[in-house]
T-cell receptor, first 116, second 116 residues
Framework: DGGITQSPKYLFRKEGQNVTLSCEQNLNHDAMYWYRQDPGQGLRLIYYSQIVNDFQKGDIAEGYSVSREKKESFPLTVTSAQKNPTAFYLC???????????????FGNGTRLTVT | EDKVVQSPLSLVVHEGDTVTLNCSYEVTNFRSLLWYKQEKKAPTFLFMLTSSGIEKKSGRLSSILDKKELSSILNITATQTGDSAIYLCAVEPFGIGGFGNEKLTFGTGTRLTIIP
């Protein structure tokens, strides 16, 4: 079955350490997205990529980095520069720039990151 | 900056009741409004509403888009405990060249709890 796989489900890190969250999709989608979800704040866009080897900053990109070397993969690194990294991180994929029709984003099951 | 406001933030009702969730938005060059249901992890797609499709229905769930009032409602009739979830509303603008760009702005969500 096609879908999006995020790993790990839970991640614990010490303050000051970089950590990388994995996101893989087999939906053959061009576009991939990283969102952060905090209680009472909904989903906020961190980074997105609409094509391989290209990505754009979202609304809250500071302290994060990404890469898009393969169509299927869009890993997110939470760096030590991110001041409040503890959150639930969701990866999504979609068809990208769509001229006709509409197609909703598909989400992974998320990674809950706790930094102490 | 695009903005989505959902109300109420939380709602507790008894099984069998009917509920109405609200979503209002401000977006430059509106393309679509989406509703997602999030139970524990991945948000799952419910409806997409556009200028050409302002009303959608699926079983006990229905949604209407009011482009004049820049708002949408999600109705759930005869609620069941399985309807307990966070309901997210998001808007998508048109991107460059009239394409949809999937750069969604989400609201904070409504947490719905159904008491047996």
């Amino acid at each position: 079955d096609g879908g999006i796989t995020q790993s790990p489900k839970y991640l614990f890190r010490k303050e000051g350490q970089n950590v990388t969250l994995s996101c893989e999709q087999n939906l053959n989608h061009d576009a991939m997205y990283w969102y952060r979800q905090d209680p009472g704040q909904g989903l906020r866009l961190i980074y997105y990529s609409q094509i391989v080897n290209d990505f754009q900053k979202g609304d809250i990109a500071e302290g994060y980095s990404v890469s898009r070397e393969k169509k299927e993969s869009f890993p997110l690194t939470v760096t030590s520069a991110q001041k409040n990294p503890t959150a639930f991180y969701l990866c999504a994929s979609g068809q990208g720039l769509i001229a006709f029709g509409h197609s909703p984003l598909h989400f992974g099951n998320g990674t809950r990151l706790t930094v102490t | 900056e695009d903005k989505v406001v959902q109300s109420p933030l939380s709602l507790v009702v008894h099984e069998g009741d009917t509920v109405t969730l609200n979503c209002s938005y401000e977006v430059t060059n509106f393309r679509s409004l989406l509703w997602y249901k999030q139970e524990k992890k991945a948000p799952t797609f419910l409806f997409m509403l556009t200028s050409s499709g302002i009303e959608k229905k699926s079983g006990r769930l229905s949604s209407i888009l009011d482009k004049k009032e820049l708002s949408s409602i999600l109705n759930i009739t005869a609620t069941q405990t399985g309807d307990s979830a966070i309901y997210l509303c998001a808007v998508e603008p048109f991107g460059i060249g009239g394409f949809g760009n999937e750069k969604l702005t989400f609201g904070t969500g409504t947490r719905l709890t159904i008491i047996p």
